[in-house]
């Protein structure tokens, strides 16, 4: 059987993965392996397999790997739906993929008494799995997740000991997973098998309020004590993180992020005593079902019993924001602020006497470095990344100048270094500063690059006053800060055709994009960094 390349590593993991549950496979048959799998495909925009379906299904199961989060994804499980609906569900697939299994695979199979069928190869990452739904004649649903490496069962490990935990101690207003069974001793592999909870994509909300008034209390609260910051284990492990990140370098991390979260930690009083509680992890609109007023939580592969207080709270509104909403992060704050400010999350904070600001200012520490971490054990970086980067940029900069720990012309500095980084141009790349926090800067961008830079400078949280002009040559963007620190910024050239060019703004260009405003001269002594760009 001729496969397409692309195939060949999933099919890898698919066999190891079956194997693992006692259903060995083969691409090909063959004396000992006679019984056909034949099913549908989905790919990914790469290429490579998303979703598998028996060919002879009538309903789009597969459906429940799918988070319908966009106008787009509605439409998606709109169309699949009727095609389904139709009889034409084989139009939905990219191809088509029969494997054969043995008889002892066979046997399994059968007495299993399986009606219905999907599965998902899992999202890219060290931590992905193969999951398989599937719905057996009794009419009960069940999950099946396979671990095919060290990170993934490391992950449902966690998911096994969160999910017996809490069917040991459950919670009242709160529905979790039943686990059903579970083989985890392996080094590299193992499985569990839990109980379905939802329905085929059922709807997400991005809104807490939308959530029974006492579901968040009695999950917030859970194992709710204080402990010194510098002997809790989160504290610790963030630190490890952050000086793994940097032991990486991974150029797809600007330098910037991480030198803030250093400052950001630098910042805190570690003896202080700070909010603990045990946490889902990943609480976010994609693992609540909301049913009939029913709250139903799963994937709990990231259960903690010592977070950040408030840890998911956070979160979910991060999540929301970012992922869902696409949205920046002045948006996020507000929706940050306006959910704090409600009569419900007033009464939370006297009644345990919980300072928000530095409750935040912990999850981001521990969410941003545990996840880049993870990012660096990923080949290839989705979209959604870039973004999720920005927000976390951006959320560093507002915490570091409430803290008034550095400079607003340094902060500025740092994020006009990540904008440069995030830039998807290859004139734009430049190089590290090393730790350096100049007064002034000179930068070869390109005419649109610099456009798009001044109008950036122009609407930063940071600036009070902002003056843009030519000056012997170049274009002169000189910042004062809100804390009366300046930044100045010479841009001179742009990059076309592999030559080097003078830029110069025309008046006329120059007074429909920006105000020009008064300018300080700064007191402090001046060092002019430069960027090259390449």
Not at 83 to 108: C, I, K, P, W
Request: glycine share 4%; aromatic share 10%.
């Amino acid at each position: 059987m001729n496969l397409p390349a692309a195939y060949t590593t999933d099919i890898d993991r698919l066999r190891r993965g079956l194997h693992t549950i006692g259903i060995p496979v083969v691409t090909a048959s063959s004396p000992e392996f006679t019984y056909p799998i034949d099913s549908y495909l989905y790919r990914n925009t790469d290429g490579s397999i998303r979703w598998l379906w028996p060919v002879e299904a009538t309903e789009p199961d597969f459906l429940r790997f799918y988070q319908v989060d966009n106008r787009r994804a509605q439409l998606f499980v709109w169309t699949v739906r009727l095609l389904f609906r139709m009889g034409l569900g084989r139009l939905v697939a990219h191809d088509r993929l029969t494997l054969y299994t043995s008889e002892s695979g066979n046997q399994l199979v059968r007495q299993s008494h399986i009606k219905r069928w999907a599965l998902s190869t899992g999202a890219p990452g060290p931590n992905r799995k193969i999951v398989i739904w599937h719905c057996m004649r009794s009419g009960k649903r069940y999950l099946t997740k396979i671990a095919v490496g060290p990170a993934a069962l490391t992950g449902l490990r966690q998911e096994a000991r969160a999910l017996r935990h809490l069917q040991q101690a459950p919670f009242l207003q709160v529905n979790t997973p039943k686990l059903t069974a579970y083989s985890l001793r392996f080094i590299a592999t193992g499985f569990l098998i839990q109980e379905d909870m939802g329905v085929t994509c059922t709807p997400q909300t991005n809104q807490l309020a939308q959530l029974p008034e006492r579901v968040l209390p009695e999950l917030f609260s859970r194992n709710w004590h204080t402990q010194p910051l510098h002997q809790t284990g989160f504290w610790q492990q963030a630190h490890q993180n952050l000086a793994a990140l940097k032991a990486a370098n991974d150029p797809r991390i600007p330098t910037g992020l991480l030198d803030k979260l250093n400052l950001l930690m630098r910042s805190l009083n570690d003896q202080i005593a700070v909010p603990i509680a045990a946490a889902h992890g990943n609480f976010t609109p994609w693992t609540v079902l909301l049913t009939n007023r029913q709250v139903s939580i799963v994937d709990w592969e990231r259960y903690a019993d010592e977070l950040p207080g408030l840890y998911d709270l956070f979160h979910f509104l991060y999540q929301s924001a970012t992922r869902i909403g696409n949205q920046d992060y002045s948006t996020t704050r507000r929706l940050i602020d306006d959910t704090l400010n409600r009569p419900e999350w007033k009464l939370f904070r006297e009644t345990y006497e919980l300072d928000t600001a530095l409750a935040e200012i912990l999850y981001l520490i521990q969410a941003i470095t545990a996840t880049l971490l993870e990012y660096t054990q990923q080949t290839n970086w989705s979209e959604p990344i870039n973004g999720q980067l920005a927000t976390w940029s951006d959320a560093l900069t507002h915490w570091l100048n409430r803290q008034d720990s550095i400079s607003d012309h340094q902060l500025l500095f740092y994020d006009v270094a990540f904008w440069l980084h995030q830039q998807p141009s290859k004139e734009l790349t430049a190089t590290s500063y090393s730790g350096l926090v100049p007064d002034a800067l000179k930068l070869c961008l390109s005419q649109s690059a610099a456009l798009q830079l001044t109008h950036y400078l122009r609407h930063h949280s940071l600036m009070s006053e902002f003056v843009a002009k030519p000056n012997e040559g170049v274009n002169q963007l000189r910042i004062r800060c809100l804390d009366n620190s300046s930044l100045r910024i010479d841009l001179n050239c742009r990059v076309k055709s592999g030559k080097l060019s003078v830029w110069k703004l025309s008046g006329s260009r120059l007074g429909a994009i920006l105000m020009s405003l008064r300018y300080s001269t700064p007191k402090s002594v001046k060092r002019t960094f430069t960027y090259f760009i390449a």
